[in-house]
């Protein structure tokens, strides 16, 4: 009998600390041993020439969610983690999104039934709070943070979701009552509103006003003022899919003072700019996400962002919608900016991108890589050394990488259910080739391995980065120590 159940061979393994060519020993799905001249696995795998990294873990995606403005992910739970899983993730964290006047824990109930069936790869779940009642914030949002949901999304902007100030506090005093880490889309709802209804009264409804109307100021203005709200109550919180120079600073100036702010971006803020918006006729609205694309000026803060650590995530926000009146064009020809339904596919693109561009093209080492791919993500979540890491005694997710591999990026290469890729047409070189969660091979060869519902539910732990730095505002700690009563 082999001693193990699954064995690596001769690989570059690469974790965010250290980099090192040995052999993986994988017994029980999880990894057993490290070393160099291991025994026969009943199963071998030769990495000669390869790189062997943690399983990339996606943490921002939208799966078989319904927006809003009520339209589908074109993307269920099955095609979303096929992609994820050719694209060399092998954990996502979707959000089960609570609507207005909906009970937060049977939405959770819904999203656990849809993706139970279907998902081929391992999921936990971010929560996102739209209806912050007293039945919400005092029994099932803190009930939830118990059984392992550790993470919720807030939204500044869009009329049906959108919480003011207040509501943010109550839901921030929550969250670092009971340890966990908030989520925040900073845009200031009032400035895009104004120019939205100004655009639309002068007739410019094309796509390409949607990035003019979601101005970078806007993006500026209420990632400060989350700062500020964060800062005040001592309540870390995680700025999530930033785009503009004027929020990145905003960032990187709380973090120079101390402050447990961290920082998230995707591919498109890389990858695309307005000018894709400004495409002909409705050609645009492929590229119309929030916040939108900005201009090469902003890629290049981005990419300064994640080189000098203001950046901890980089996530997908894969948003998946059919380029079709089911999707994207409600109205068809007809359809304004306003109506255009937000968000761009890029779930299974996350990882090749970011690796040709970034460690390619000397902008990032595959350590870095690594962090802002997998590791960070788990120790924001909870979920590491289980996830996000090559360590003995860690899941055995693992992705093997030819880094020479070169493809040329068509819709037609790609698993997810949305028709269209805003990459269309784009070089890269490194791509992951086989691809493990739990020791199960997923993906080889091209080949999807994977039965559907062999993923697991994962609850999460609260992290450390949700701890407060201990540094209250002045004003709220006077009270607290005058007369012995807290507010927060």
């Known amino acids: 009998m082999s001693e193990y159940d699954l ?12 980099t090192t060519v040995c052999d993986i020993g994988i017994r ?4 057993a041993t490290l070393g160099k001249g291991l025994a026969a696995g009943a199963q071998e795998i030769d990495a000669s020439g390869k790189l062997v990294l943690p399983g990339g873990i996606d943490s921002h995606c939208h799966i078989e969610q319904r927006s809003s403005a009520g339209v589908i992910c074109a993307d269920d739970f099955y095609s979303a983690t096929v992609a994820a899983a050719f694209g060399g993730t092998t954990t996502v964290i979707p959000f089960a999104a609570q609507h207005r006047g909906q009970s937060l824990r049977r939405v959770v109930e819904e999203y656990h039934e849809a993706a139970r069936p279907k998902a081929v790869i391992d999921y936990a779940f971010h929560l996102i709070i739209s209806d912050p009642t007293e ?49 925040v889309h900073a845009e200031n709802h009032d400035i895009i509103k104004w120019l939205t209804g100004r655009l639309l009264e002068r007739g410019l409804g094309a796509p390409r006003y949607h990035a003019v109307s979601h101005a970078r100021l806007a993006e500026g203005e209420a990632t400060n003022r989350a700062v500020t709200l964060s800062q005040l109550l001592d309540v870390p919180i995680l700025l999530v899919h930033v785009s503009s120079a ?21 591919p498109q803020y890389l990858f695309l700019t307005a000018d894709d918006i400004a495409k002909p006729g409705m050609e645009g609205a492929k590229f119309c996400c929030s916040p939108p694309p900005r201009d090469h000026a902003a890629q290049e803060a981005v990419w300064t962002g994640l080189r ?23 109205r068809g020809d007809r359809t304004t900016f306003k ?29 870095a890589f690594v962090a802002l791919t997998a590791t960070n993500h788990a120790k924001l979540y909870g979920l590491y050394p289980r996830k996000g890491t090559i360590a003995v005694g860690s899941d055995a997710d693992i992705a093997i990488w030819d880094p020479e591999r070169e493809t040329t990026i068509t819709v037609g290469i790609l698993h997810d259910n949305v028709g269209y890729t805003p990459y269309e047409g784009r070089w890269l070189k490194g791509w992951p080739e086989t691809v493990l969660s739990l020791g199960r091979i997923v993906v ?45």
């Open 7 to 18: 064995v690596i061979r001769g690989g570059t393994v690469v974790t965010a600390a250290d």
């Open 135 to 183: 039945q919400v914030l005092g029994q099932e949002l803190p009930a939830l943070i118990a059984d392992g949901y550790t993470s919720f999304k807030v939204y500044m902007t869009y009329d049906l979701l959108q919480l003011d100030d207040g509501q943010m506090l109550d839901v921030l005093a929550v969250a670092r009552r009971e340890g966990a880490l908030v989520m």
């Open 444 to 488: 080889e060869e091209g080949r999807l391995a994977a039965t559907r519902g062999s993923g697991a539910f994962l609850p999460c732990a609260p992290s450390e980065a949700a701890k407060p730095v201990g540094r209250p505002a002045p004003e709220l700690a006077f009270v607290a120590e005058t007369h012995g009563v807290p507010i927060i």
């Open 28 to 31: 029980g799905g999880v990894i």
């Open 246 to 266: 004027e929020a990145i600073e905003v960032i990187r100036n709380a973090q120079t003072k101390g402050l447990k702010i961290y920082g998230e971006t995707c």
């Open 339 to 367: 109506e255009i339904a937000n968000g761009v596919p890029g779930i299974e693109l996350r990882l090749p991108l970011l690796f040709s561009e970034g460690v390619g093209q000397g902008r990032l080492d595959l350590n």
């Open 308 to 330: 000098n650590g203001t950046f901890q995530v980089f996530s997908s926000d894969h948003a998946p919608y059919r380029f079709d009146g089911s999707g994207k064009l409600p």
